[in-house]
């Protein structure tokens, strides 16, 4: 007899498959034992499916840690296949590096047969954001995307990280980093020693517009920090991985101290919300996709932060 949590992701996958079969996802190894899926650059919406995010995944000797599932139950499972297509070792932990859709509706897909399911590892913070977020995730699956998701289908990771963690694959060891507010506030990074790959998830966006869902002047000083990593190879949340390190945060940077600095030159001169959002969220932006989607959306957000600011 299944259990209540497996019928329920026996439902999702079968009612979230295409009509022409299981979704296939592609694995670039990009070290050794490194493998990543590349999201498309676009937002997380029902004509993309939904893979709109960087997925990781890191094999070791023992077995394997997954960095983010994916932005439906269906694309949870198309991972989950595309691990076992490249080795036979079992899945031992999920990393979720926030809360946001795109990287943790894929969860239920690993979550069952229960006595081989991974451990869920995420920020202290997490479990709280995604009880926030739940309703509305839920509801946005059954409007945009036609599938309804159950309470029991949104995971909540148990493994929680207060500052940092390592979890040991077997010969690979990975360190995770429990951030202040930035991109949201409960972001977390990993960091894998033996190649020296950084997966930031959306604490570095490129290409893609950065979406500020935290704290502005916190993200800043969390690009910082990072900037102290020995870094050979870094993975966004969204957008191309590059071995330019620490370069790889100058664009990013770039656009966050703009919202800042013209955030602050609002408030300066007595500008309304609406006044100040006009002024700020000023297109085109040179250089980012998604801006029309993300940066008057980014400049209310910075005005709330700053306005009483001292």
Not at 70 to 83: E, F, M, S
Not at 92 to 103: F, K, L, M, R, S
Not at 231 to 260: F, I, K, N, Q
Not at 287 to 308: I, P
Request: hydrophobic share 45%; aromatic share 6%.
């Amino acid at each position: 007899m299944r259990t209540g949590l497996a019928a329920v992701v026996l439902s999702l996958l079968c009612c979230s498959a295409s009509a022409a079969g299981p979704l296939t996802l592609a694995l670039d190894e990009l070290a050794p034992g490194v493998y990543v899926h590349r999201g498309l650059v676009e937002d997380w919406l029902p004509g993309n499916g939904g893979d709109v995010a960087n997925l990781g995944v890191v094999v070791g000797e023992r077995c394997v840690a997954v960095i983010d599932s994916g932005g439906t139950p269906a694309l949870g499972a198309a991972l989950r296949a595309a691990i076992a297509r490249t080795t036979p070792l079992p899945v031992c932990y999920v990393i979720n590096t926030h809360a946001h859709p795109d990287h943790v509706l894929g969860n239920v897909a690993f979550a069952t047969p229960a006595e081989t399911a991974p451990r869920f590892v995420a920020h202290a913070r997490l479990p709280a954001a995604l009880a926030a977020r739940a309703p509305y995730l839920r509801n946005a699956m059954q409007r945009d995307f036609g599938i309804a998701l159950a309470p029991a289908a949104i995971i909540v990771p148990t493994v929680l990280v207060e500052r940092r963690l390592e979890l040991d694959l077997g010969g690979r060891t990975l360190q995770l980093d429990a951030w202040p507010t930035a991109h949201t506030n409960n972001d977390l990074s990993v960091f894998d020693s033996r190649t020296r790959t950084l997966f930031l998830a959306d604490l570095l966006f490129v290409e893609h517009l950065p979406v500020l869902d935290g704290s502005l002047r916190g993200w800043l000083q969390v690009l910082a920090e990072l900037r102290r990593f020995d870094a050979a190879l870094v993975v966004p949340g969204h957008g191309a991985p590059s071995t330019h390190w620490p370069a790889a945060l100058d664009a990013e940077e770039g656009y966050l101290r703009l919202l800042l600095t013209e955030t602050r030159a609002a408030l300066r001169d007595k500008s309304g919300i609406q006044q100040a959002v006009d002024r700020i969220g000023r297109l085109p932006l040179p250089g980012w996709r998604l801006a029309e989607q993300f940066h008057r959306r980014n400049a209310t957000a910075a005005y709330a932060e700053l306005e009483w600011e001292e």
